[in-house]
């Protein structure tokens, strides 16, 4: 199976790198739209700041193969982000598949501390992508944005309000946190997502 890694300037693209060879695949780390159209599944994942990252797709016209591909794809924390219409992180319009817009979280206690890290929880998962869960998971964060729950939303997790943990619509599926970092759980994750 073919597996392509949307190749920008962001990072933590390495670590999921590894876990698919971890799994025994060699991904395609790529920018070259030929080969992310003709790949069996995209994986589009990414820490860093909107903006930038947006600014580097969209000079090589990547946001719209991006939006034009019709296998599976799966988009991880900013990729996550970056699938939705618009975020405030720098005022940025985004790739627009998921009807949603990116907040930054706005503490209200001391203890609230941005950004988000560690392990939480997710519950109310609803998609093959999570094929074997009961009740809850804890999967690991890393993040100062969030998505609001929304018609997409296929899991919710908890920090500062209830946000959307993951997203789905029609063959997009994106997790605002990092399976490559989540253990057994998110190979779990990410392995539902290659017997899609």
């Not at 991904?27 to 600014?55: C, H, W, Y």
């Not at 706005?106 to 009961?134: C, Q, Y």
Request: proline fraction near 5%.
């Amino acid at each position: 199976m073919n597996i392509a890694i949307v190749k920008y300037n962001a990072g933590n693209i390495y670590s999921v790198v590894n876990a698919l060879r971890r799994m025994g695949i060699e991904p395609d780390l790529t920018d070259n739209a030929e080969r992310l159209a003709k790949a069996d599944k995209v994986i589009f994942p990414g820490q860093g700041e909107a903006r930038s990252a947006m600014d580097y797709l969209r000079e090589r016209r990547l946001d719209e193969v991006i939006r034009n591909l019709r296998q599976p794809v799966f988009g991880i924390c900013v990729g996550q982000q970056l699938l939705c219409r618009h975020s405030e992180e720098g005022d940025t319009d985004c790739i627009g598949i998921f009807d949603a817009d990116v907040r930054r979280f706005v503490p209200s206690r001391h203890e609230e501390k941005v950004p988000a890290m560690g392990w939480n929880k997710i519950t109310d998962t609803k998609s093959p992508l999570f094929k074997g869960f009961k009740g809850y998971e804890y999967v690991y964060f890393v993040h100062s944005y969030y998505v609001p729950l929304s018609a997409d939303t296929i899991a919710t997790a908890d920090y500062i309000q209830p946000y959307s943990a993951a997203l789905a619509k029609d063959n997009f599926f994106a997790t605002q946190f990092h399976p490559e970092k989540s253990g057994s759980v998110g190979a779990r994750i990410l392995q539902n997502f290659i017997d899609l």
